[in-house]
């Protein structure tokens, strides 16, 4: 059974750092593109970022770039997620969610998110 | 960057009626990179339909999706009181966007 568990997320002040990790089982991880997707409180879903299985390729949102950075440690099986930077409207519940083998994929499994805070 | 406008915003609907949602792109999709998503209350989304029209594994054939290009639908023919959600699209091809969202709730 595949299983993505987030953890890291919390209250930070703005202009702070966070990182939130996501750790994987259940599937071949360094096979997998991994992506991360946030949800403002009572929002939409927004697509943050993405990094494909042996984790060269990156991908961010516009929203985002230069602010975080997207990495994973195959042999953990986990991936991060560090914010820098963080603004009020980086508050959001972030999930980690599993496509295929390619980056251009649909998200299959997801976990159930960790809630992340910017505020004074 | 490929913007995805949902419509309607909610749809208002009694159990065992058919609902029909819209997914519009601004530009069209190729390779039909488009997914439709489920998401309940306290839940995270979960994936229905990729590739315009494939229903994902354990899903019930009463979710059904149809489209191409710039124009995608998702259909559920009889709802059932499980089925009372949001519902977005995503185009997982370049941006990855999603669109905003259509709730379907009980009329």
């Known amino acids: 059974e595949v299983q993505l568990l987030e953890s890291g997320g919390g209250l930070v002040q703005p202009g702070g750092s966070l990182r939130v990790s996501c750790a994987a089982s259940g599937f071949s991880f360094s096979t997998y593109a991994m992506s991360w997707v946030r949800q403002a409180p009572g929002k939409g879903l927004e697509w943050v970022s993405g990094?494909?299985?042996?984790?060269?390729?990156?991908y961010y949102a516009d929203s985002v770039r230069g602010r975080f950075t997207i990495s994973r440690d195959n042999s953990e099986n986990t991936v991060f997620l560090q914010m820098h930077s963080l603004r009020a409207d980086d508050t959001a519940m972030y999930y980690c969610?599993?496509?295929?083998?390619?980056?251009?994929?649909?998200?299959?499994?997801w976990g159930q998110g960790t809630l992340v805070t910017v505020s004074s | 960057e490929i913007v995805l406008t949902q419509s309607p915003g909610t749809l208002s609907l009694s159990p065992g009626e058919r609902a029909t949602l819209s997914c519009r792109a601004s530009?069209?999709?190729?390779?039909?990179?488009l997914a439709w998503y489920q998401q309940k209350p306290g839940q995270a989304p979960r994936v229905l339909i990729y590739?315009?029209?494939i229903r994902a594994t354990g899903i019930s054939d009463r979710f059904s999706g149809s489209g191409s290009g710039t124009d995608f639908t998702l259909t559920i023919s009889r709802l059932e009181p499980e089925d009372f959600a949001v519902y977005y699209c995503q185009h997982y091809g370049g941006s990855r966007t999603f669109g905003q969202g259509t709730k379907v709730e009980i009329k």
């Open positions: 969610a599993r496509g295929r083998i390619i980056i251009q994929s649909p998200l299959l499994e």
């Open positions: 590739g315009a029209s």
């Open positions: 530009q069209s999709i190729i390779s039909n990179y």
């Open positions: 990094i494909s299985g042996s984790g060269g390729s990156t």
